[in-house]
């Protein structure tokens, strides 16, 4: 957070810092919020989904309020040191962004909808940052983990950059490819997991930027044209 990380390229392998084998900290078992465990078992159908959006403390409290969301955890992902520490990814030496994990019901919420929540809080055009918070780790991303997320994730993405275009914004720089590819989530420390929740008056920068992203748009033949908002 506060543009720690002024790091706007990713390392390469030989650039990144070398980690360790295991964790180097506790997380804890159950949500601060939502009383479910952080890491799991969660019931049987629960799907996963991984959003960055900037600093993870204003994005975790995005997501645990939204329906059929099981449970968020903030961490790190799509670098390449192994277990990194937050000091670590402040550098950008170790290709990480900060990344909230979704857990949720696809029975009570959709890919589209989590989305449309990720598309209207943050400004997806700032490449390597995220308003005054510089640096890799504070890019943009989504990384799925079913082909419905995937469909969902451009879906949306097409329709959104139709309504930013509309409005006289950039082009979307979000990073969007499978988890797998994208490697482990990291849990973060446990004085980030809720962090907003534990600190009501925390630094935030994040909330509505104003524009709408259509929902059911995995629906939407491509040709069609995206109203943007009045």
């Known amino acids: ?23 180097p900290y506790a997380v ?13 078992p969660w019931p049987e159908g629960t799907e996963t989904l991984y959003v960055g959006m900037g600093c993870f403390w204003g994005v975790e409290r995005i997501f645990w309020q939204l329906p059929g969301v099981v449970t968020t955890a903030a961490g790190y992902m799509g670098g390449i040191t192994p277990h990194p520490t937050y000091e670590e990814s402040c550098t950008g030496l170790t290709g990480h962004a900060e990344v909230v994990l ?15 929540a990720f598309w209207e809080n943050h400004d997806p055009t700032q490449g390597m940052r995220q308003y005054n918070d510089v640096g890799t780790c504070y890019r943009s991303c989504i990384y799925w983990t079913t082909p419905g997320q995937q469909r969902a ?12 275009s509309a409005a006289g914004a950039g082009e979307i720089t979000t990073e969007i490819r499978p988890a797998d590819e994208a490697g482990p989530f990291y849990y973060a420390e446990d004085y980030h997991q809720q962090y907003l929740h534990k600190n009501p008056g ?22 069609q044209d995206v109203e943007p908002p009045a």
């Open 102 to 116: 979704v857990a949720y019901d696809p029975a009570q919420t959709s890919p589209e909808l989590l989305l449309k």
């Open 153 to 164: 994730a451009e879906a949306t993405r097409a329709a959104f950059q139709q309504v930013l």
């Open 1 to 23: 957070m506060f543009g720690l990380g002024k790091r706007t390229t990713l390392p390469t392998p030989e650039e990144a810092l070398p980690g360790r084998p295991e964790r």
């Open 28 to 40: 804890p078992v159950t949500h601060e919020v939502l009383g479910t465990p952080l890491e799991g």
């Open 202 to 223: 925390g630094y935030c920068n994040h909330g509505p930027n104003g524009l709408s992203c259509p929902v059911g748009v995995a629906n939407l033949p491509a040709q």
